[in-house]
Each structure stands twice: as C-alpha cells, then as structure tokens.
C-alpha cells in the first residue's frame, strides 16, 4: 500500500513554455501532498504544502505565481512550472501524507525536468 | 526552529559487515516523529524506518535498526549484514507531532553511503 505515482518522469521543454507535473495517491486518499525540488547531491527543498480544496502554502522564496500547485481531489495534486527556464531544471519529487498513525509521508518516484 | 543534522557526508562499509549513521537534531517539542529514508540511484525516496518520540523503544525492521536518545537528540541508523543494494543516499527526517503543525518534514543534508564488494 501507499503507492505514489508521477507523470511524466522525463520532460524536456523549450525555455518560456509551461509544463505540468502530476502527482497521484494510488490506494489512499490524500488530503496533504507536498512538493520538492532537489538538485545534484543534495537533499529535498520543500517547495509547497498542498491540500485538499484550498490555496497551497509555499515556503519562503518559492515564487507562488511560478509555480501554479492544484489539488483539486484527495488523490490528484499538480505542479504547473509556468513560463519555463534554463534556471528551473530540477528533479521534483511529491509526496502524500497517510493520516494518522506515525504520519509518514510516501514518496513519488519524481519528475526531471530539462529546460532548453 | 527545528535542525536536523547529518554530520558524515559520505560512509563506507564492507560487504555483510555492519554500519552506523549518524543523525542529531534539534527541537524543543517533546513529542515528534523521526525518519530515515534512503533514496537510491533511481532517486525514488524508501522510508527504511520510523520512530515515535513518545516510544522509548527503538524500532527495528530487518536488517535496521535505530538507536534513539531523546536526551541526547541523536537518531542513528544501523544497518546490519549490509548488502549491495544498500548503497544510496541516507535521508534523516524530523516531523513535528504538534496538531496544529504543518506536517512537514525537516531533512538533514544526507549520508552516501557505499558499500564494498
């Protein structure tokens, strides 16, 4: 149980297009999804909270209007880089929180993302 | 604010023998969940275990283990008869337990870890 997918794994784009990234619960319902960034040998940034049904909270120095975060159902979060650049390459990864209990979060296998 | 810290960027160890990662962090919550994660070269995030504050037992899953002191702040992960596909990159987490919290995680920087045939 709690498997996490993400689509599509790989985009490459061309500077000043918008792309979209998907993240899904497969076998739980999750009112709390999280979105990172990692760059090489790094650890995870936390980019945003997204919740259920209302406005994402996104940590200090993440441009909110840069990257657009819907959670329109309990199993669907997205994550919109708009007006892509070369700066904005990364490897993004969700994650879902399963309530209750120890509150763990299950990871998604990530998306990298190649702007030209 | 809380700090978690993984002071051994890179470890090494044999083939079947046993080694420990260090995590310590910082906090003045007295309740709150810790984590360790591995993230293999195919970059998926693996929770390898997780610990209660509350629990003063450590946990165990298999091969790994936690040695947790609450006093000390120090959250290590043992790995016992370690296998090849040990090796990755070795996450430590801290999460708040406060209901009111945002549920977010705290990552240290990380611990890569390789392991010699």
């Known amino acids: 149980g709690a498997v996490v997918s993400q689509h599509p794994s790989w985009v490459i784009c061309k500077s000043g297009t918008s792309v979209k990234i998907e993240c899904r619960s497969l076998d739980f319902q999750a009112t709390t999804m999280f979105w990172y960034r990692q760059f090489p040998k790094q650890s995870l940034m936390l980019m945003a909270t997204?919740?259920?049904?209302?406005?994402?909270?996104?940590e200090q120095g993440v441009e909110k209007d840069k990257f657009l975060i819907n959670h329109a159902s309990l199993t669907l979060s997205t994550l919109t880089v708009t007006s892509a650049h070369p700066e904005d390459s990364s490897f993004y990864i969700c994650?879902?929180?399963?309530?209750?209990?120890?509150?763990?979060?299950?990871f998604g296998p990530g998306t990298r993302l190649l702007v030209l | 604010a809380q700090t978690v810290t993984q002071s051994q960027p890179e470890m090494s160890v044999q083939e079947a023998e046993t080694v420990t990662l260090s995590c310590t962090y910082d906090t003045s919550e007295s309740d709150y969940y810790l984590f360790w994660y591995k993230q293999p070269p195919s970059r998926q995030m693996i929770l390898v275990i997780r610990q209660e504050a509350y629990k003063q037992q450590n946990a165990t899953e298999n091969r790994f283990s936690v040695n947790f002191q609450k006093a000390a702040k120090s959250f290590s992960l043992k790995i016992s008869d370690s296998q090849l596909g040990d090796a990755a990159m070795y996450f430590c987490a801290y999460r708040s337990a406060m209901t009111s919290g945002t549920y977010k995680y705290i990552f240290g920087t990380g611990t890569r870890l390789k392991v010699l045939a």
């Open positions: 997204s919740n259920e049904g209302s406005k994402a909270t996104y």
């Open positions: 994650s879902a929180r399963v309530p209750g209990g120890a509150e763990t979060q299950y």
